[in-house]
């Protein structure tokens, strides 16, 4: 698979930002083809999405190439507190930022600025279809 999605949280969002991460990547299937997309070297593209209490500590965002595993990552951390939020349109905001912003972090010469511009755009009209039917999610 081209781009995988790894979400990860900690001990106070942990599974449950997992659980709702993974439901908005499967929801954004019908809109963007995460194994079929096109990119301009072999390596997997990893979007690892981070929802971590900046009070335990601070994963910095970034990107980094493992050349051993033919992965290329890319980390950024989704907004704690939004994510956290009893608002569920504010929680599906927070992860469509998340995946936005770690999609801009690849660079043009890994990722195709068309293919990023489409992701920003599934990401966008699935959390629009997310907030129209949060019962997908879980609370």
């Known amino acids: 698979m081209p781009i995988h999605f790894m979400p990860t949280g900690d001990a106070s969002a ?10 908005f990547a499967y929801a954004m299937g019908s809109e963007f083809d995460f194994a079929k997309a096109e990119l301009l070297k072999p390596d997997t593209i990893v979007l690892n999405l981070l929802c971590i209490d900046p009070a335990r500590g601070v ?4 990107t980094s190439n493992k050349r051993s595993a033919g992965e290329f990552w890319t980390f950024h951390n989704v907004d704690y507190a939004a994510f956290m939020s009893s608002d569920i349109e504010t929680r599906i905001a927070a992860v469509r930022d998340g995946l936005i912003a770690a999609v801009q972090q690849i660079p043009s010469s890994r990722m195709p600025d068309r293919v990023k511009a489409d992701l920003k755009k599934a990401a966008e009209v699935t959390a629009t279809k997310l907030v129209s039917d949060p019962d997908r999610l879980p609370r």
């Open 59 to 62: 994963v910095p965002n970034g």
């Open 14 to 23: 942990g599974r449950r930002f997992n659980l709702f991460a993974d439901e």
